[in-house]
Nanobody, 125 residues
Framework: VQLQASGGGLVQAGGSLRLSCAASGLTFNISALGWFRQAPGKEREFVASITGSGLSTYYADSAKGRFTISRDNAENTVYLQMNGLKPEDTAVYYC???????????????????WGQGTQVTVSS
């Protein structure tokens, strides 16, 4: 299984970015997917997750109202649209996938089986 994250970059506060994560080797349309992030000196934290069908989504309080997770099962890709970015959103963003049809505790990083390499998001003030 491979997860390839892309779309990070440098943006000014208030700007937008869309992260993408392309998956291969996975039964994509049943797998829950998530985005996590890790800032320097901090632990990795949950950002957003989505079930296999895409009908249910979950967000960290810090992401609600600004970020949107979505997926394209035909393209085996999950997205994270980030609007209204703040300097505190600066981090390496990781996509993650869970094996099989299991959708409990999707906010917990230890419930994911596969991880991408991360993409850097830097928000300047």
């Amino acid at each position: 299984v491979q997860l390839q994250a892309s779309g990070g970059g440098l943006v000014q506060a208030g700007g937008s970015l869309r992260l993408s994560c392309a998956a291969s080797g996975l039964t994509f349309n049943i797998s829950a997917l998530g985005w996590f992030r890790q800032a320097p000196g901090k632990e990795r934290e949950f950002v957003a997750s989505i079930t296999g069908s895409g009908l249910s989504t979950y967000y960290a309080d810090s992401a609600k109202g600004r970020f949107t997770i979505s997926r394209d099962n035909a393209e085996n890709t999950v997205y994270l649209q980030m609007n209204g970015l703040k300097p505190e959103d600066t981090a390496v963003y990781y996509c993650a996938a869970r094996r099989g049809r299991s959708y409990s505790y999707l906010t917990h990083q230890y419930n994911y089986d596969y991880w991408g390499q991360g993409t850097q998001v830097t928000v300047s003030s």
